[in-house]
């Protein structure tokens, strides 16, 4: 008690003096420290306000690269095995305009990082903070420098011989590739300019009650003459998500499509026009539709098996039992020892959780089938 | 304890239970092997319900459907104490509608999304559990007594607050939506996913408590006259960042921590995440540690590479937040197979970023007619609102859709409105009218109609 009320008193005592400039929340939050701030305050501004100090070389960047990581995304920033391709796909004429051509141009199927980022801060401030993905805040400084580096060399917008810093990484920016690709409708530009005058804005996707680009209206009656279908589910996809018919509930007024069963063939553009702009007559042939089922796998619910160890916890043999090493009763790896090479172990300790055995008391309460599931489990620890 | 569900054995189909190109082939060739087996495909899933009226129609002329007449497992045998399952989990019969990832969408589990099961939830809140999960470095489940959230930047004072001191300060609960700004993403182009589950589960709808943003911005006394933006920034290995404006930040954007009267689930941020109401999912940042206000948007990995919208003239579009009103119905959806003809409740969910659903209307003939549907209450801003409207299907082929108007004014488009404005590659914001196929055979598919 004593303890715990000096404990209290140490808390308030610091917090008080630290909240002496709070205003409005008297007791509530503490001043934060500046090596608090410096030590989270890490983002990088379109601006480069927020970068630190520090340089490092593209020879540096593709040790980097290489060792951490080209596993992830290939030799040349060009894989796909886990995510987007960071290079690829800009020319020497983007890091003229500013404009990557191939965008619009239809030349390059896939997006890389560099056709798409305006703004240098965004992958230093991202590799910086978030890579490699697996041990993430890991890089120095002079690394986030280096492989930022190398992978603009990757790119031909940085020379093998570069060394990117602090101090020159604002001239590097007007060679990125898609520096002049936004448009942002919060009146600055990427780089925090003022908004070029001549890029207009017809649309506010911003403010929760501006207007959007586009304006529909709500027709009631005789709103098109006719069905105009445009695309349809290609038929190779049918069991592209698994088994629908358990994904649905196997009761109410719908049921999913069995498709273990195989796929009905789905109709082409031509045919469903044909179906849906044309009045329906109910197919003669349906009068021989006698189907017999004999056990459709739809209605058998994917139940979750429950364990022993499941058990254990639900009927809190825990209280007094651990898996390894004794508590009040012995350690199951214990009880598993004794019983090793003993074919009858399953049905003596159920018996035993049953009805009891010295200390522990019985368990009739439990299932037959779920105290065997326990001796079963119990047999397996080790 | 019978867990199974056992169906008569013999049924006759429904009338017209054919698909078309197949009952061409059946009036020439006759009914062979192969294509009662198409058939059988196409209603076997629907047949259980009418199996089990159909046996217990012919059962009732002898004696009455034995789930009547005899007892059974659960009224003669003691059930399970209290407390068995000391934190309650659904009916084991309720393991089919899960979140589920969409195949062939992302190449790790880690930097991917698992779509919500739409298709069979109710009323307007999701399911904690069920929320839809989207993670760019996995999830992590954070120790509350270690979570420390920092507001600094242009402030006068800058302050860090622990759990202890966030849940001592007045709360507010309130129901908002979360949609990711790439739902519906796949389908641009074409129709490329079977369900409701993977064309529209990455919106999910919670009641959420916390405390407005306004209330530590006010604390720390951030600089009225100059500051323009916030950054939020996550805990987690991706650091997750995203720029706010000022105006939405103080208007009613929510540092929460409980979640349909819990605590969050790691999954979705706990102990502490941002809720900024209306706009795109990534911008309420899970695992929230540091608000960071500033005069200038932030440019962060996904505001710049990721969550823009890139224009035909391939220029970009950027800070495009506002997700705007969108709806879909939700049963009969594509994958499923109607059970039979006659009487059905189409039920669906209606949303908009800029402010409450005004009205839902519903078209069973692909477009050509629409009715209004019962909008159920509550009907509340930025929050999911459930629509329901009377059907009786005649097992003739039908095409439903469902179109959205909010208190602006707005109108769910067609998915040509947005393409003819946007293209086909801008990813992002796709709030199309879906439009799903009733076959005469009662399979639900999805479609595209001009």
Known sequence: MFKLSKAILAVSLSALSLTAMAQSLPGVGRTALPKEIAAWDIDVRPDFKGIPKGEGSVALGNKVWDEKCASCHGTFGESMEVFGPIVGGTHADDIKTGHVKALWDGSEPKRSTLMKVATLSTIWDYINRAMPWNAPKTLTTNEVYGVVAYILNMGDILPSDFVLSDKNIKEVQQRMPNRNGMISELGVDAEGNNFKKDQKIKYDMWHARGKGDIQAKECMKDCIKKVEFTSTLPDYTCTAHGDLSQQNRFFGPVRGVDQTLGCNPHPSLAELDKEYNTPYKAKPGAKLAVVSITKPASVEPAIAETTGEDLIKQYKCTTCHKMQGKLVGPGFNEVAAKYKGNDKAVSIISHNIKNGIGMMPPHGHIKDADIKKIAEFVLTVK | ?450
Not at chain 2, 353 to 382: F, Q
């Open chain 2, 1 to 450: 304890m019978s867990n199974r569900y056992k169906p008569g054995r013999v049924i006759k189909a429904p009338e017209n239970f054919i698909d078309s190109s197949l009952s061409q082939a059946i009036t020439k060739d006759g009914l062979n092997e192969e294509r009662r087996d198409f058939i059988r495909k196409s209603f076997v899933a629907a047949s259980a319900a009418i199996a089990s009226t159909a046996a217990v129609a012919k059962a009732a002329a002898f004696e009455g459907d034995p789930l009547i007449l005899n007892h059974t497992d659960y009224d003669q045998t003691l059930g399970l104490p209290v407390a068995s399952n000391p934190y309650g989990v659904p009916s084991k019969y309720e393991t089919n509608l899960i979140r589920r990832e969409s195949p062939g969408l992302t190449q790790v589990g880690g930097a991917s999304v698992a779509f919500a099961p739409l298709q069979g939830l109710f009323g307007i809140i999701t399911p904690s559990g069920l929320h839809f999960e989207r993670h760019h470095q996995g999830w992590q489940d954070m120790d509350p007594a270690k979570h420390r959230f920092m507001v600094m930047g242009m402030v006068k004072n800058p302050k860090v607050y622990t759990m202890d001191d966030i849940m001592r300060l007045p709360s507010v609960s309130r129901i908002h939506f979360l949609e990711c700004g790439a739902n519906t993403a796949t389908e641009w182009g074409n129709v490329a996913v079977p369900t409701v589950q993977y064309t529209h589960g990455m919106v999910s709808c919670s009641e959420f408590t916390g405390v407005p943003l306004s209330v530590f911005l006010d604390d720390v006394g951030y600089d009225k006259k100059n500051a323009k933006f916030i950054l939020a920034e996550g805990a987690d290995g991706s650091g997750m960042t995203r720029t706010i404006n000022i105006e939405n930040a103080l208007d009613d954007v929510i540092v929460a921590y409980g979640q349909n009267g819990e605590m969050l689930r790691p999954e979705n941020g706990y102990p502490l995440r941002l809720v900024v109401p209306g706009v795109q999912g990534v911008s309420s940042v899970k695992w929230l540690r540091r608000i960071e206000v500033g005069d200038m948007p932030y440019g962060a990995k996904d505001e710049v590479s990721h969550y823009v919208d890139l224009m035909p003239n391939g220029m970009t579009r950027q800070y495009t937040s506002i997700q705007e009103a969108k709806s879909v119905i939700t049963s009969p959806s594509g994958g499923q197979v109607l059970v039979g003809k006659g009487f059905y409740n189409i039920t669906g969910l209606a949303w908009s970023g800029r402010g409450k659903i005004k009205a839902v209307d519903v078209s069973t003939d692909g477009g050509r007619t629409w009715r209004r549907a019962r909008l159920e209450t509550p009907v509340l801003s930025k929050a999911f609102t459930r629509f329901n409207i009377d059907w009786v299907w005649d097992g003739s082929p039908a095409l439903l859709q469902s179109r959205a108007v909010d208190d602006t004014g707005y109108v769910q488009p067609t998915i040509n409105q947005l393409r003819e404005v946007r293209g086909t590659k801008s990813i992002y914001h796709n709030n199309a009218i879906q439009t799903w196929r009733v076959a005469d055979f009662g399979e639900v598919t999805n479609v595209q109609v001009k």
